[in-house]
Antibody, heavy 118, light 112 residues
Framework: EVQLVESGGGLVQPGGSLRLSCVAS????????MHWIRQAPGKGLEYVSA????????YYVNSVRGRFTISRDNSKNTLFLQMGSLTAEDMAVYYC???????????WGQGTLVTASS | DVVMTQSPLSLPVTLGQSASISCRSS???????????LNWFQQRPGQSPRRLIY???NRDSGVPDRFSGSGSGTDFTLKISSVEAEDVGVYYC?????????FGQGTKVEIK
């Protein structure tokens, strides 16, 4: 059974940093491109970033480019998202998702919530 | 970025009746390989998105056959032939032809 389990979310001050993780199981992680998508509370889905199966190619949406870094450790079946210079607009549930083939996303994790601390 | 526009944004339906959701893209979603990368996702309350349809009309295993996808180019439709209570949630279209992938705003399906 394919499973994606995100962690690392929590309270963060504006301007702060956070690293999210997504542990994969039930499939050959190193064979798949992986993605991060986020959803602000009560809002729709917003695409964030992607990384190729080997990790040699990455993509970022304009709003996070230069502040976020996607990476992976295929030996540990884990996807990461290092987030920096966080703003109110970055507060959201972050999902990791698998790309079974070009242009497609099939399995999603349960998400991890990033919220602003006062 | 390719803009995905869904309508309606809210869709109250009677149990057993059909429902249709439109999704239009600002550019043709036909890729250079001839495929059209348009997916539909269902997000039930409090849950993660679940893929229903990929490449316009291919239904995922386990998805009831009352769900169907159609369309081409820039104009796509998700149809639920006979709405059941478990279909309540928000439905999103997503294009996978261009970077960045982009989603429609979502259509909230509720029971009247």
């Amino acid at each position: 059974e394919v499973q994606l389990v995100e962690s690392g979310g929590g309270l963060v001050q504006p301007g702060g940093s956070l690293r999210l993780s997504c542990v994969a199981s039930g499939f050959t992680f190193s064979s798949y491109t992986m993605h991060w998508i986020r959803q602000a509370p009560g809002k729709g889905l917003e695409y964030v970033s992607a990384i190729s199966s080997s990790g040699d190619r990455t993509y970022y949406v304009n709003s996070v480019r230069g502040r976020f870094t996607i990476s992976r450790d295929n030996s540990k079946n884990t996807l990461f998202l290092q987030m920096g210079s966080l703003t109110a607009e970055d507060m959201a549930v972050y999902y990791c998702a698998r790309e079974p083939a070009f242009g497609d996303l099939d399995y999603w994790g349960q998400g991890t919530l990033v919220t602003a601390s006062s | 970025d390719v803009v995905m526009t869904q309508s309606p944004l809210s869709l109250p339906v009677t149990l057993g009746q059909s429902a249709s959701i439109s999704c239009r893209s600002s550019e043709s979603l036909v890729y250079s390989d001839g495929n059209t990368y348009l997916n539909w996702f269902q997000q039930r309350p409090g849950q993660s998105p679940r893929r229903l349809i990929y490449k316009v009309s291919n239904r995922d295993s386990g998805v009831p056959d009352r769900f169907s996808g159609s369309g081409s180019g820039t104009d796509f439709t998700l149809k639920i032939s006979s709405v059941e209570a478990e279909d309540v949630g928000v439905y999103y279209c997503m294009q996978g032809t261009y970077w960045p992938r982009t989603f429609g705003q979502g259509t909230k399906v509720e029971i009247k």
